[in-house]
């Protein structure tokens, strides 16, 4: 079991920044794959965000490329989401993922492609 814990959300004005942060715990030492979702009010979840721990891969949907930047620490077991020149549509709640299954054949930015969950962390941004 992989135990995952947001931090950094926020409340900021459209254009401003936020750094979320998602500590991981428990059994890590399989992870193949971290990720960011989020899910507005009366939306769906959506894949944000990802990055392969076996080769350092990124993925990003495409409203967040340019302004989000995901990365990891390895001696911190902790990923993070660098969001920048953030928009009202970027509000929701955000949760951090975490995946260890070898083979699976599921694009990265899918939900089901992540096993294991954090309780999210709330970004909310005013126009």
């Known amino acids: 079991q992989v135990q995952l814990v947001e931090s950094g959300g926020g409340s900021v004005q459209a254009g401003g920044s936020l750094r979320l942060s998602c500590a991981a715990s428990?059994?890590?030492?399989?992870?193949?794959?971290l990720g960011w979702f989020r899910q507005a009010p009366g939306g769906q979840r959506e894949g944000v965000a990802a990055?392969?721990?076996?080769?350092?891969?990124?993925y990003y949907q495409t409203s967040v490329k340019g302004r989000f930047t995901v990365s990891q620490d390895d001696a911190e077991n902790t990923l993070y989401l660098q969001m920048d020149s953030l928009k009202p549509e970027d509000t929701a709640l955000y949760y951090c993922?975490?995946?260890?299954?070898?083979?699976?054949?599921?694009?990265?930015?899918?939900?089901?492609?992540?096993?294991?969950w954090g309780q999210g962390t709330q970004v909310t941004v005013s126009s």
């Open positions: 993922a975490a995946d260890s299954r070898q083979g699976l054949n599921r694009p990265v930015l899918r939900s089901d492609r992540f096993q294991f």
């Open positions: 428990g059994y890590t030492a399989n992870m193949l794959y």
């Open positions: 990055i392969s721990l076996r080769g350092g891969a990124t």
